[in-house]
């Protein structure tokens, strides 16, 4: 029987194989873990498909191959002659840990069947290996992908580091390479007066409720998005149409060690600021422990980009997440003077947004018309709870 490499997410087309969880000889069963590949979204394990024995073991660890390879081939015990099966080397019971857990374990040469997990039914959680690391007084080992060479240029040496280009950080750049090629990309900018969203923000937290400025700033794009759909559509070039989607499944970019990665908030046109918020926690967390699942990065019709908490930027030009029309992209806040419509220069706080947009299907006016809306909602958050009620 072969085991195949499978579409595990939208519009994959190849995968990273980072390690096998079995050998040749070794005896599986059905749903057991066979082995880890890294898409440009996430980190998955292909499973058994049924019980069997490890026949052979094509593709080898490194490598990356397109959906349908056939990464290696289970023999069915069934099928086995009764001599072959006494040698059989019996799999040991399947460990439940996480894929971002076992590389944990594996970039600091720690067997995870050693580790006692604290977690549900057993499950490994991170904080079982780094305790386990201490209690074994294990050293922190150097990451194994920096490759240090010197070579002869002139009689001078050069130190350089070789870094793989591949796994995740390959699919990203794939995906951004197509999105450039195909989009003709259009960026819009502008400024957004924070000050009043912030003050609301306060006077929540003042009544013990926290919400993040992230939060609103996804709420009001959703409702911008309802007055101009053609942000939240996709293009059909076959069918010449284009599709103006009426849920809104919001992206939102996070960096994570393993590169960057888009999990998405569903149906933000039905959810209260709240509900969003506790969702971007949830993702957050999920995306930084490398456990998204397929549903969590899948299905997004726009995409935000909040670089703002990082501190150091105040303009792009974002890359839209094809095949999706629009991105914004939310840069840090800072406060300036501002001449007010009494000629007063007055301290507000202003942040800068970029949008990038796919000039084939909107046009520059249609996007300030956006952006405008979108800081108007922003400045006067009584509109946004208006429109809410």
């Keep these: 029987m072969e085991v195949k490499l499978h579409d595990i997410g939208e519009g994959m087309t190849e995968a990273h194989v980072s390690h096998y969880f079995v050998k040749k000889g070794d005896e599986v069963k059905a749903d057991e873990p066979l082995v880890e590949v890294q898409t440009d979204k996430m980190t998955a394990e292909i499973p058994a498909p049924s019980s069997g024995v490890i026949k052979e073991i094509i593709v080898r660890e490194g490598e990356t191959i397109p959906v349908g390879t056939t990464v290696l081939i289970i023999e069915p015990i069934g099928s086995m002659p009764a001599k072959s099966r006494k040698s059989i080397v019996v799999h040991s019971q399947r460990v439940l840990a996480s894929p971002y857990t076992r590389k944990i374990a594996r970039d ?13 039914s057993g499950r490994i959680m991170d904080h079982d290996v780094y305790e386990f690391m201490s209690q074994q007084n294990t050293k922190e080992k150097a990451p194994q992908f920096i490759q240090e060479t010197t070579p002869q240029i002139s009689n001078k040496k050069i130190h350089q580091e070789a870094v793989p280009f591949r796994g995740r950080r390959k699919q990203i750049a794939h995906k951004m390479s197509q999105s450039l090629k195909v989009i003709p ?27 993040s400025i992230s939060a609103f700033l996804v709420k009001a794009l959703s409702l911008a998005l309802k007055e101009y759909p053609i942000f939240n559509a996709r293009l059909d070039e076959n069918k010449e149409q284009i599709l103006l989607e009426k849920e809104h499944h919001i992206g939102l970019a996070t960096d994570t060690e393993e590169g960057l990665i888009v999990p998405i908030i569903r149906h933000v046109e039905m959810k209260n600021v709240k509900e969003i918020a506790g969702e971007m926690k949830v993702l957050s967390r999920k995306a930084i422990n490398n456990e998204l699942t397929v549903k969590d990065v899948s299905g997004g019709t726009f995409t935000v980009s909040n670089v703002g908490p990082l501190h150091g930027s105040i303009g792009a030009t974002p890359i839209i997440n094809h095949p999706e029309v629009a991105l914004v992209s939310f840069h840090k806040t800072k406060k300036r003077p501002v001449v007010n419509d009494q000629d007063e220069i007055v301290v507000r706080s202003i942040m800068n947004i970029s949008m990038s947009f796919d000039h084939r299907i909107a046009d520059g006016a249609t996007a300030v018309a956006f952006t405008n809306r979108f800081a108007q909602l922003i400045e006067n958050p009584s509109l946004m709870i208006v429109e809410l009620i």
């Excluded at 990309?185 to 923000?201: A, S």
């Excluded at 306060?202 to 926290?210: C, H, P």
């Design 108 to 120: 600091n040469g720690i067997a995870i069947d050693e580790v006692k997990g604290t977690g549900p």
């Design 185 to 211: 990309h259009c960026t819009h900018f502008e400024e957004i007066d924070m000050t009043e969203l912030l003050q609301l923000k306060n006077t929540i937290k003042e009544r013990n409720l926290s919400i």
